[in-house]
């Protein structure tokens, strides 16, 4: 009996799990949620200097491996990401563990009838027709997360009761049971409104503030050590842009128009996100945003090179910046002392603003 | 007419480029200026520009950019993003020039390498000298030319890199980027070391660039980071005549961090680790390589 685990990222697990449970027509092992002993295990059995993406991926698939999986999903990326999957598969079976190894996006390259000709082995038999249609539906889903996160990111700071997040949750929960498009569709629209109707207290002249920075990092709470969730404790409307819709579907075109804007600093790609980064940067620094966390794993290569331009940007148009730096030993208090001398300086910054404009 | 003085950073790209450099531009009325072999001073203006958390190698080379500011009219700093999809480079190759232009105020000369959008290294040099004025069919020549003689000249290095394995000596394979091996701070002691102890060292890099790429597939069958296909390449090209491996990387290499790894958990052969970071003490350094070589050769007594 074919049982398949997949790393987590997020609230992604919802899509993933619905695409799988529809195609494949096997056993999911849901990894658990990533907690401490997680990276624990990551950690132990991953080299010394490589980034932290591959230590979490690890210790969920040992977690995830422990329940019973035996075969394990990896979607490699443009840096070195893409290679992760070979050395992983390396460990794990120095640790003794009997699986199969799926990599779904080999070089930086999506290759769809590679792709397809992989999930076949698994099921053989999956159908063209029904492949296409449930993928479809589960990037329909991504847009849709992705749309509801926006929204929760700018208000969660403001909201009178704690109300979103639950309702963000309950939605999750029902995503998973949609029976097709039509029924994902109403059920988006009716939970929206919801989320609308919730009661948001958001002062005009609020601080805002823009997170970019390396994809793992960023869209994994647990990997940023639930930085948006203590940035929101200070009243501040957040602006992300990685995504997941944004990583599969709008880069291809949005990524060269980052470089566009930004071609004032750099003329080429750098790896993995770290242009769109820049770009990102210098679109917040037009929009005179408060101020810009720049957040990754240690070691990660094309975010390092990016910081050295993202300085000089944020230097020119007078905005201040931070950069948080995520390991598996990092200490949460060191970050929130930090984050908290930031959020003094951009609100001490802000009332001198209101102040000199008054006279 | 003045010469025109192009600086070069003796760092990461010259290891692997400075002998087509040489004998392109010798063509021309063009002075090649090469920055001297990292010191300290070079490695610590590095360290002051660069960001934290940059590998050594890259703090090294911004080092010798910094010394080569007010010496030449051009800096030339190649990006090289891929030889096609299976050969792709580590990030900070594609990054360099934007990050040194963006650190330091200077003129750059740059082209670009990306197979997979066809732009070669022989367009990207043809158009360098096109600009100062030269004719594309002398460029072309001149081009032609200088591969020749670059190829002359590693086939005569191959050559003797491939005899030393016929020697009585304890033989080590050397298993490294040429930036860091050939580089006067990170590298230079530490051969030196271990030629001292009675050794022969064969190098990594000084085989056909084409047999040990292809020969990776057999240690690592996803690797797709070119130079580091062409260091591992090399395991199984000499596994059989050799007594001990020793690999050297930089701190934090990205590509190294990986595939080393992979190496050490498929290796059969007795290796050592070596990673070079800016707070670097020799004595650590040599009681390890002594200790090593120590144990490999007491293995051959053994037998």
């Known amino acids: 009996m074919n049982k398949i685990t997949f790393p987590l990222v997020g609230n992604y697990r919802t899509p993933i799990i619905y695409l799988f449970k529809h195609i494949l027509e096997c056993e999911i092992v849901e990894p658990p949620p990533i907690t401490k002993k997680t990276i624990e295990l990551g950690n132990a059995n991953s080299p010394e200097f490589v980034c932290t993406p591959f230590k979490y991926t690890l210790g969920t698939y040992i977690e995830a491996l422990e329940k019973g999986a035996n075969i394990v999903v990896q979607f490699g990326g443009g840096c070195r990401y893409g290679y992760y999957f070979e050395l992983q598969e390396q460990i794990l079976k120095d640790l003794g563990y009997e699986f199969k190894y799926v990599n779904f996006v080999t070089k930086g390259v999506t290759n769809l009838k590679e792709i397809y000709l992989k999930l076949k082995e698994i099921n053989p038999k999956l159908k063209v027709d029904k492949l296409i249609y449930y993928s479809f539906i589960t990037f329909k889903m991504l847009k849709y997360m992705d749309r509801c996160d926006d929204y929760i990111r700018q208000n969660i700071g403001f909201e009178e009761k704690k109300e979103l997040e639950n309702i963000n949750k309950e939605m999750l929960n ?26 948001i207290n958001k002062p005009k002249n609020c601080l805002k503030i823009g997170i ?30 990685t995504n997941a819709h944004y990583l599969l579907i709008e880069k291809r075109k949005k990524g060269l128009k980052y470089l566009k804007s930004a071609k004032k600093y750099i003329k080429y790609k750098m790896g993995a996100d770290s242009h769109d980064n820049i770009g990102r940067c210098k679109y917040l620094c037009k929009k005179k945003y408060d101020g810009i966390i720049h957040i990754k794993s240690s070691f990660c290569t094309p975010e390092i090179g990016s910081m050295a331009i993202i300085n000089k940007i944020c230097k020119e148009y007078d905005i201040p910046v931070i950069f948080f730096s995520f390991d598996a030993n990092t200490s949460e208090v060191g970050i929130k002392t930090r984050l908290e001398a930031f959020y003094d300086m951009i609100e001490m910054r802000k009332k001198n603003e209101k102040l000199l404009s008054r006279h | 007419m003045a010469k025109i003085k192009i600086g070069i950073p003796r760092s990461l790209f010259y290891y692997y480029y400075k002998d087509i450099w040489k004998y392109f531009f010798d063509e021309f009325n063009i002075e090649l200026i090469i920055s001297p072999p990292t010191n300290k001073t070079i490695m610590e203006n590095g360290i002051k520009f660069s960001i934290d958390e940059m590998c050594v190698s890259m703090k090294n080379y911004i ?9 030449c009219d051009y800096i030339l700093i190649p990006r090289i993003s891929n030889y096609g999809n299976d050969n792709q480079t580590c990030t900070n190759f594609l990054a360099t020039y934007d990050i040194i232009n963006n650190i330091f105020d200077t003129k750059i000369l740059n082209y670009n390498i990306n197979l997979e959008n066809n732009e070669t290294e022989e367009k990207g040099l043809i158009k360098i000298v096109t600009d100062f004025g030269y004719s594309k069919e002398y460029a072309k020549k001149a081009y032609k030319n200088a591969i020749k003689k670059v190829k002359q000249k590693n086939d005569k290095l191959i050559k003797d890199n491939i005899k030393k394995l016929d020697s009585e000596k304890t033989k080590i394979l050397l298993i490294g980027h040429p930036y860091n091996l050939y580089d006067n701070l990170i590298g230079k002691e530490i051969i030196k070391y271990i030629e001292l102890n009675d050794t022969e060292i064969i190098y990594s890099d000084l085989f056909h660039k084409d047999i040990t790429n292809t020969l990776s597939k057999k240690l690592s069958y996803s690797l797709y980071f070119k130079y580091n ?6 395991i ?68």
Request: proline letters at 4%; charged letters at 30%.
């Open chain 2, 236 to 303: 199984p090209l000499v596994e059989d005549k050799i007594d001990g491996i020793i690999f050297i990387s930089t701190f934090p290499c990205s590509p190294d961090s990986l595939v080393n790894e992979l190496m050490f958990r498929k290796l059969k052969k007795p290796y050592l680790n070596l990673i070079i970071d800016d707070l670097n003490s020799m004595t650590g350094i040599e009681t390890r390589i002594e200790s090593f070589i120590d144990i490999i050769k007491g293995g051959v007594i053994n037998e």
């Open chain 1, 174 to 199: 029902k995503f998973l049971n949609v029976k097709g498009y039509l029924d994902l569709r109403r059920t988006y629209k009716k939970y929206y409104k919801k989320l609308k109707k919730v009661k």
């Open chain 2, 63 to 71: 080092g010798h950019v910094y010394y080569l500011l007010d010496k």
């Open chain 1, 212 to 241: 970019i920075g390396e994809l793992y990092t960023v869209m994994e709470p647990f990997a940023n050590y639930y930085l948006e969730r203590e940035l929101a404790s200070y009243n501040i409307e957040i602006k992300r842009f």
């Open chain 2, 229 to 234: 296909k062409e260091n591992i390449g090399s």
